[in-house]
């Protein structure tokens, strides 16, 4: 689901490996376990043909070293929808699946969904050409990367003023409609296992009721084995969901990306609109000086009549000064307007790549996941069929 037409991804092949779990101290110095995920890159054109492909080069990266990439790119462009990570902690799971964090199968899912993050900023056209990206796949810079933070989230976000509405209305309605279908889901998969393994009941029943009749014991033990293999066969069903469940998931965790560029347009516009206020503020208090007219209650108006107006010289000095004022006032706000623009520009153009991103990927998790279920239909049709053949040959 991954496009691999970028430069990047025609330099390198990048793979989250394989996942190990460690025990160490924290920074309070108390003893915790811990996964650690094994990164290989190496380069695209290191097979020659007939060869051996040459060794990767690797390093160990903890799920937060992840979080912490993902925060600085977040923080580096936030006219960019950043992909997002696998959940830290399982969500949305039918309850014969574990949610504990160092399960097999959730580690597991975690790896591949790290691999994808790591292939979707690799086959973005500005991600991809990042230096810290770079070097987290190639260096241990943890701390170059949480300087930058640090540097960087001074401009904090904050959620203050009006656009980018549709948007972000759509990101709250998706968020919405992908929680729920991960919960009927959840909840479809629950009562899915019941109904498999109960059909286990019949394996029983027609192999002790094979164990009484001469005539017919063949071809209720037949049937029997029939229906026990129908009900051993959801946990490999299941686990085959779960990947479908996963991809959903990645768009659930998308809508806070879309939401953060909103913000980050709301600043900005908020930031417009208040110099564009200071302007006009100077520029009144310049018509003011010049016309000699108060129109609102000020302490420099009440001075002035109590202990007289001010000087020729003091008046043109002040003039002089707000004109001054009034000239940054004017720069600052063509500077926020055109800021602003190109941040909508490039978001803009952002969002329609990711638009035909979702639409792709949904689509076809959407149809893999429909062909799973008639084919689960299908093996269901095909034990009924084979135990009503049982069932003519008794």
């Avoid at 060794?55 to 929808?81: G, K």
């Avoid at 953060?260 to 503020?281: G, I, N, P």
């Amino acid at each position: 689901m991954v496009e691999r037409g970028t430069s990047l991804l025609k330099k390198m092949e990048i793979s989250v490996a394989e996942a190990e779990k460690r025990t160490g101290k924290n920074t309070v110095n108390m003893q915790e376990t811990y996964t650690v995920y094994l990164i290989e890159i190496r380069p695209a054109e290191s097979v020659t043909e007939g060869g051996t492909p040459a060794a990767p080069d690797t390093l160990w990266r903890r799920y937060s070293e992840f979080e912490l990439l993902r925060t600085y790119l977040l923080v580096t462009y936030p006219y960019i929808i950043i992909p997002p990570l696998p959940e830290k902690r399982a969500e949305f799971v039918w309850h014969k699946l574990s949610a504990d964090n160092l399960d097999p199968d959730f580690v597991e899912r975690r790896r591949v969904g790290l691999e994808n993050f790591l292939l979707r900023v690799a086959s973005h056209h500005v991600l991809s050409n990042d230096k810290i990206f770079f070097l987290f796949l190639t260096e241990v810079c943890r701390q170059k990367i949480a300087h930058l933070w640090g540097k960087k989230l001074l401009l904090t976000f904050v959620l203050l003023y009006r656009r980018f509405t549709a948007l972000k209305q759509y990101s709250d309605e998706l968020n919405t409609v992908v929680s729920q279908l991960l919960r009927v889901r959840a909840r479809v998969a629950d009562r899915l296992y019941g109904v498999y393994k109960v059909h286990g009941n019949y394996g029983r029943v027609f192999s002790e009721w094979s164990a009484i009749e001469r005539e017919m014991g063949d071809g209720l033990q037949s049937a029997g084995h029939h229906m026990d293999t129908y009900a051993a066969s959801i946990d490999d069903i299941l686990e085959e969901e779960e990947h479908y469940a996963d991809q959903l998931k990645e768009y659930l965790f998308y809508t806070d990306a879309v939401r953060s560029v909103c913000k980050k347009h709301e600043l900005m516009q908020y930031e417009l609109e208040m110099a564009s206020q200071d302007l006009a503020y100077k520029k009144q208090q310049k018509e003011e000086l010049v016309t000699g007219t108060v129109r609102v209650f000020s302490l420099k108006g009440m001075t002035s009549k109590l202990f007289g107006s001010e000087t020729q010289e003091q008046r043109e000095s002040r003039l002089s000064a707000i004109e001054q004022s009034i000239e940054e006032g004017v720069e600052a706000v063509m500077e926020k307007n055109t800021e602003c623009r190109d941040f909508v520009s490039a978001a803009w153009e952002d969002i329609e790549r990711f638009k035909e991103q979702k639409d792709k990927d949904l689509r076809e998790a959407l149809i893999s996941y429909a062909i799973m279920q008639i084919s689960m239909c299908k093996k269901g049709i095909q034990v009924w069929s084979n135990a009503k053949d049982c069932f003519n040959k008794m």
